[in-house]
């Protein structure tokens, strides 16, 4: 699963990960903000509790959309074994995210697409990195008939499968 804002991404583990080496991939554009994450989970009861796991990235700046790094998250959950709950976190932007096609089985964004310079090109990232038949919430705020993202994302959505 990825998702983003990084704070929400505490409540998104306590609630979807299910336990069993479930992974959850936080990504933010602002480095405070995924050091205000790491410092959420060192200081709560989920990221002290035994079996959860956290890596937070704070130094590595795949928000670059001129950087071609990616995040090997096959090599960082297997560094992170055994655990029942690990969240990953980076400094990542939704335009050009860090990760393979076909990785998460879900994927989350809070707030985000009404403030990226394009729209469009989140979506199709977000789609990239969805494995076949995963789901996808894009939460924003406005009104439906004062925002072109909403029928971008009806058309994205219509799209899917052909």
Not at 17 to 45: A, H, I, N, P, Y
Request: aromatic share 10%; hydrophobic share 35%.
């Amino acid at each position: 699963m990825a998702c983003g804002p990084g704070l929400h991404a505490e409540t998104l583990a306590k609630s979807f990960l299910r336990g069993e080496g479930s992974t959850l991939v936080s990504c933010d554009f602002s480095k405070g903000m995924v050091e205000q994450m790491k410092r959420r989970f060192e200081g709560s009861d989920y990221g002290q509790k035994c079996g959860n796991k956290f890596v937070m990235d704070t130094e590595t700046d795949y928000a670059n959309l001129q950087s071609d790094q990616r995040v090997d998250l096959d090599s960082i959950i297997a560094q992170s074994k055994p655990f029942d709950k690990l969240v990953y976190g980076c400094l990542a932007d939704n335009m050009k995210l860090p990760f393979a096609d076909n990785s998460f089985e879900a994927y989350i964004s809070n707030l985000s697409l009404m403030i990226v310079q394009h729209r469009e090109r989140m979506i199709s990232e977000a789609f990239r990195v969805l494995k076949p038949g995963a789901r996808a919430c894009i939460s924003t705020w406005g009104r439906e008939e004062n925002m072109s993202v909403f029928r971008i994302f009806r058309q994205a959505h219509t799209n899917i499968g052909r």
